[in-house]
């Protein structure tokens, strides 16, 4: 009787994960290319444009996507238990979501960071990390491109923040958003960003496009997600990041 309803959910999410990933390689990088300073014209704009995904991305982000469809049918039957630490009640403090958001996103970038560096550990990358590397020049399907084992380990991470830590409904689904977004823009090409190689925001302490396609030219260096402090305190950041 469980076994139905959480395969119709997993179905119906990975309808939807399919839908977000085809919206948000569409809109992102035309987006990012009106911020003020970017590259938006010339033969980087065009590459940018007109470069194709590799049929091996395509392949690994959808099989991700049932991984990320499964846990979240998971979620959803059990908070429909009672069993997650999920708010639907409206009346919690203007702040409390903000302090969530944040605070997530802090501990996610933490986590990643740790779990990355082992990923890239001989004896890991082949198993978990490799597919993610194949493409030399990323694009928006790389976003979302994981072998079985990294899918696995990184949808934990979300399953796992329901149980454990006191989140709004809307914080959750911002959290989510933010997460697909942030991984898009971040495997674009950097011809988007400024002329300057530290071309990051918020004095550097951002990731974007320059920072991350650095790692994927140079896996050894720029591991972290969100933020740069991690590499910067455990002397992993690229020096022309």
């Not at 569409?26 to 010339?42: D, E, N, Q, R």
Request: glycine share 10%; proline share 6%.
């Amino acid at each position: 009787m469980i076994l139905r309803p959480l395969l119709s959910l997993t179905l119906g999410l990975e309808a939807i994960l399919l839908a977000r990933t085809l919206v948000l390689i569409a809109l992102i990088p035309p987006l990012v290319g009106l911020l003020p300073g970017a590259k938006a014209t010339g033969a980087g704009a065009s590459a940018m444009r007109t470069r194709k995904p590799s049929g091996h991305d395509i392949a690994l982000s959808l099989g991700s996507s049932w991984i990320f469809a499964l846990g979240g049918a998971v979620v959803i039957q059990a908070d429909g238990l009672g069993l997650t630490r999920l708010i639907h009640e409206p009346g919690s403090p203007w702040w409390l979501a903000p302090l969530e958001f944040v605070g997530v996103l802090l501990l996610q970038d933490t986590l990643f960071y740790g779990l990355h560096r082992l990923m890239h550990h001989r004896f890991c990358y082949r198993w978990l990390h490799q597919g993610h590397h194949h493409s030399r020049q990323p694009t928006g399907w790389t976003a979302f491109a994981f072998d079985a084992g990294e899918g696995l380990l990184q949808a934990g991470f979300l399953v796992s923040v329901v149980f454990l830590i006191p989140l709004q409904s809307a914080t959750l689904l911002a959290l989510l958003l933010t997460m697909s977004a942030w991984a898009v823009v971040n495997h674009l090409d950097p011809a988007h960003e400024s002329e300057s190689p530290r071309s990051e925001r918020l004095g550097g302490w951002l990731i974007g496009p320059t920072h991350h396609g650095l790692h994927h030219r140079r896996p050894g260096r720029n591991f972290g997600l969100y933020f740069t402090f991690w590499d910067r305190f455990c002397g992993t950041a690229e020096p022309s990041a």
